[in-house]
């Protein structure tokens, strides 16, 4: 009964900026932690940035000084900020589970394509 929700993903330009939100039900922050990912065409996923009350917050070294994680106060919510954006942060943003035994199901992320 789980559910993850992203949204906010588009079309920008290089240099642009775009804020992702996950839109969870079924648990909260306090108890589990949430990241983003990501997963261009022929690529394997990867961890973009984790954020949980326990560990705080992880940014892979793409996303540092670019990518602000963050959540809102219930906890339910969990948002990506990305800011300066390269064509190669083209993929598809997921979230799930971080620092936790197992993932939730993967939704179907949110597109983001960074072209001119």
């Known amino acids: 009964q789980i559910r993850l929700a992203e949204s906010g993903g588009g079309l920008v330009q290089p240099g642009g900026s775009l804020r992702l939100s996950c839109a969870g039900s079924?648990?909260?922050?306090?108890?589990?932690?949430l990241g983003w990912f990501r997963q261009a065409p022929g690529k394997e996923r990867e961890g973009v940035s984790c954020i949980s009350n326990r560990h705080g917050t992880y940014y892979a070294d793409f996303a540092k000084g670019r990518f602000t994680i963050s959540r809102d106060a219930a906890g339910n919510t969990v948002f990506l900020q990305m800011n300066s954006l390269k064509p190669e942060d083209t993929a598809t943003y997921y979230c799930?589970?971080?620092?936790?035994?197992?993932?939730?199901?993967w939704g179907q992320g949110t597109q983001v394509t960074v072209s001119s």
């Open positions: 079924g648990f909260t922050l306090d108890r589990y932690g």
């Open positions: 799930n589970t971080a620092w936790m035994r197992t993932y939730f199901d």
